[in-house]
Structure formats: structure tokens, C-alpha cells
């Protein structure tokens, strides 16, 4: 679809993570890697990460079938500059990928998205240290707040998630795909 729309634009394609990994650490620096939430060999968000620690100046955007504030919130917290779905009409793809490369961030604003997307980035980092087996005092050392923050951060999580408690909490986190 971009070569069709994009004549002009160089485009190289890996087939996994660890193909993509191997390219960068060939010397290979994109403007843009667009890079699936799904891969055949790791996660997309994790790929995301490596290779944003690998070439800090590419730009990176994840793309999936799927269109849930869940993987939105999950691109960004991954370091992505944006997010796209693979429904979109090919001209929505493009306009979201040259903003991106033009410096911009590209999230869609739906206000559809639900539960998923009114979390904060450091309410997921609260979930996923609960999902991980952190007792509350454990979270507060790691993420070096204060225990009423916690609290807070707990309170508001289950409020989202429209939940009573943390199993529920990491049960639904895990069926919106916020957590692994």
C-alpha cells in the first residue's frame, strides 16, 4: 500500500523482531520503523523498545488489526510516536505516518476507546507491577512514590476498570491486552 501511495519513500521490510534488530545492528537507520504489535518472534512493544534503545533518533509507530485504546496506551508507553490500524483507509495511514515523520506524534483521539485508553502511563506502571506480584510497598520502593499514591493510583485503576480488587484488576488489564 505505501509503495502505491508512496513512490517516493525508500521502504525496507524485516520479517520478526529479531530481523529488524539485526538490520539496525548492520548500521541500518530509518526515519520510520512501523512495526507490528504482533511479530512472530516477540511482542511488538518490546521489538518497540529495543529498538528505541538501539536508534534512539528513528522514529517508531506500531500498527495492528486491532483497534482498542488498550494498544494505544501500550504504543506510547512503549515510546512510539504513533499508532495505526490496519482498517484505516490507505490516505489516513499516510497522513498519520508524515506527521510522524514530520516530528509530529500521530494517536488517533476516537472517543470510543474505553477503559483502556483513560489510563495514565504510570497507572500501567502500577498494574503491571501489581500484575508481576508487587505488594503495594513493593511499588512504592520501585516507583519511589509515596503509599497514599498507590493507593490513589489503586483506587482510580479499579474505578476504570470498573473492578472491586487487584486479581480482578489484572484479570480485566489482561483481557483489554494492557498487560501481557
Do not use: Y
Request: net charge negative.
Amino acid at each position: 500500500m505505501l509503495r502505491h501511495h508512496r513512490p517516493d519513500w525508500t521502504l525496507k521490510t524485516a520479517g520478526s523482531g529479531a530481523e529488524a534488530v539485526g538490520l539496525l545492528a548492520g548500521g541500518e537507520r530509518p526515519d520510520l520503523a512501523i512495526i507490528d504489535i504482533q511479530l512472530p518472534d516477540t511482542d511488538g512493544f518490546d521489538a518497540a523498545r529495543l529498538i528505541g534503545q538501539m536508534a534512539p533518533l528513528v522514529s517508531r509507530v506500531m500498527i495492528s488489526g486491532r483497534e482498542d485504546g488498550a494498544a494505544r496506551l501500550r504504543s506510547r508507553d512503549c515510546g512510539a510516536s504513533g499508532f495505526i490500524s490496519k482498517a484505516w483507509s490507505p490516505e489516513r495511514i499516510v497522513e498519520m505516518l508524515e506527521t510522524v515523520l514530520a516530528g509530529g506524534v500521530a494517536f488517533d483521539t476516537a472517543s470510543d476507546l474505553g477503559a483502556g485508553e483513560a489510563i495514565t502511563a504510570r497507572q500501567l506502571e502500577v498494574l503491571t507491577l501489581l500484575a508481576d506480584g508487587h505488594s503495594n510497598k513493593m511499588i512504592e520502593r520501585r516507583m519511589q512514590i509515596a503509599p497514599r499514591t498507590v493507593r490513589a493510583h489503586l483506587t482510580e485503576i479499579f474505578h476504570l476498570l470498573e473492578v472491586d480488587g487487584r486479581v480482578q484488576a489484572i484479570l480485566k488489564a489482561r483481557e483489554l491486552g494492557l498487560i501481557g
